[in-house]
């Protein structure tokens, strides 16, 4: 079992998740989408290695951030909604 | 050998060759479109889709206002999917020498009917706050639009295939003679006119009209929205774009509907193949970042070229071909033939159908530009 938490926010809602977790995981967490397409319909990874583009979302005020590349860091802001 | 007969014979399906068949079609001609490939493959796809007035010459800024009012026209007919907007453009000034240009360019648009303001440099950054700190002002010209050329081009044919046109294709024409054309899978088809609207490759198919391949690339990036709200275009792109020998890049940029942002523009002679030119490509989103740093932020997902048809006086062909009975061109329209094609595709059949031309025709006779021609 990890030992280590860190906290992100995604939408505004507190998420805890253990040190080394994706952010694609702690939106997944979240239960919210990743991003919404052109079309309006909810998205979210679809491959976990960067190539599909489906887990984008805006990470720290980064739009079209990879969140399955990303790791989760203290105080980080994720948006799926913007 | 299967011969097929028709009053018209347009080769080209790109968005003049569309907005030809569509005129002649709606007088009730009998009209057929060639193309080798898709419709709006060709240049059509690779531009901007600007909707633009231009003020080069009298004869530019004559055909760019006719067909913008046209396009106008169109508009409640278009479907979604040619994303029509009215962004307006504003014309982007560096500095003091620009200013200067902005305002002879507002008093020439002015004492024509156009529209303008000009913007000084805390209206202009209100305007687009991602533009640098700095510029001097601009120029905005509200009526200008942007739309989705392929869709646009796509549009235009099949209004004339429901006026009775017909569309050839995956045939590639070879040869333009007097009341026929040749594709390479053996067809003739024949016509009491050809129109030769096969933009850069149009010099292929008539001997002696004096068309070079100009090279273009454009960027489309992700989606931003509200990151851009005007079509902008440095000024300092008149002196760049009129350059006729040196290759040359300018800050070009334009929203579209879905908040991408499309970067153009390079402008290529003597560059035949339409692969990525990686140095053209990094000056030209250079000169995009040096107007707007945060474009260097943003994801690119699409890069292409295409090749404008450039004529040595900066005016289109339209009308008939020195030379020839038949044979008419509709040709030659460098960046401005998704604006033109539709004051293209009237003045055209104005001249066929011998009516009366809302403007003035003469600019645009091929006649003017003819150095020799030899018979195919």
Redesign the interface.
Known sequence: MPSEFTVVRVNGVSVSVPVGTTIAVAIAIAGQPCRTSVTGEPRGPLCGMGICFECRAVVNGIPHSRTCQLLCEPDMEVRTDA | MKKETYEVVIVGAGIVGAACADAFAERGLRVVVVDRDVVGGGATAAGMGHIVVMDDSEAQFALTHYSQRLWQDLRPELPDDVEYEQPGTIWVAADDEEMAEVRRKREYYRNRGVAVQVMDARELKQAEPNLRDGLAGGLLVPGDAVLYPPCAARFLITRAQQRGAKLRLGACVTQISEGCVRSNDGQEINGDIVVNAAGANAAELTAGIDIKKRKGHLVIT???PGFLRHQLVELGYLKSAHSVSRDSVAFNVQPRR?GQILIGSSRQYGAEHKEVDQTMLANMVRRAQEYMPALG???AVRVWTGFRAATPDKLPLIGPCPGYKSVYLATGHEGLGITTSLGTARILVDQVVDSKPEIAVEPYLPSRAVKEFVHA
């Open positions: 992700d989606r931003y879905t932020t943003m994801s």
